[in-house]
């Protein structure tokens, strides 16, 4: 069954931009790709959304090429408040909607 | 500025018995969707619904179920408690869908299964 794929983890320095990479083969067509940002004890945090090429927020940038079997969340000049774990969200049909499995973040000082 | 609301926070069960998770929001979205994760793991669907009356599955509805009769409410039922239901549950809202637009989630319910 076709899901998502993120790293499990990255470490990176405060000032530093951070890119974290989601694979999705079987992403349905007409959907859009979501990032959400959770914290320990707490639910998932909207980030950013995109369904093709860049986009960009006042936080973060999405890059999705073409072919939208991946995506690309840039963090900017990651600080100590940016160490949380960070989910892809995709739909693979009707039904099927896939959080990626979760990349931990931490920036060090 | 209450967003989703989820009660209780934590709960421990025996196997066997049931129980409701509660699930409340009242910003008037729709879509209410129902998620569980566990460690080492993304969130998986478990039901969702698109409005007042609708309801449908998603990826492990297994042992759950749920009714949408307001559009503030969405409770999940367990009505056989397992082992493997112990889990973190999150309930979230949505205005557009579950996933085009942006998902309000609740903070959660801790739920054990002895």
């Known amino acids: 069954l076709a899901k998502t794929t993120q790293p499990i983890s990255m470490d990176s320095y405060e000032g530093q931009e951070v890119n974290i990479t989601c694979s999705h083969n079987?992403?349905?067509?007409?959907?859009?790709i979501t990032w959400y940002q959770q914290f320990p004890s707490q639910g998932p945090r909207f980030i950013i959304q995109g369904y093709k090429t860049k986009v960009t927020n006042e936080v973060a940038s999405l890059f999705i090429p073409a072919d939208r079997k991946s995506s690309t969340l840039s963090l900017p000049r990651v600080s100590l408040s940016d160490t949380a774990v960070y989910y892809c969200?995709?739909?693979?049909?009707?039904?099927?909607?896939?959080f990626g499995t979760g990349t931990r973040l931490t920036v060090i000082p | 500025n209450a967003g989703v609301t989820q009660t209780p926070k934590f709960q421990v069960l025996k196997t066997g018995q049931s129980m409701t998770l509660q699930c409340a929001q009242d910003m008037n979205h729709e879509y209410m969707s129902w998620y569980r994760q566990d460690p080492g793991m993304g969130l998986r669907l478990i039901h969702y619904s698109v409005g007042a009356g609708i309801t449908d599955q998603g990826e492990v509805p297994n042992g759950y179920n749920v009714s949408r009769s307001t559009t503030e409410d969405f409770p999940l039922r367990l009505l056989l408690a397992a082992p493997s239901q112990t889990s973190v549950y999150f309930c979230a809202s949505s205005q557009q869908g579950l996933v085009t637009g942006e998902l309000f989630f609740g903070e959660g319910s801790r739920l054990t299964v002895l």
């Open positions: 969200l995709v739909k693979t049909g009707a039904n099927n909607l896939f």
């Open positions: 079987n992403i349905a067509t007409n959907d859009y």
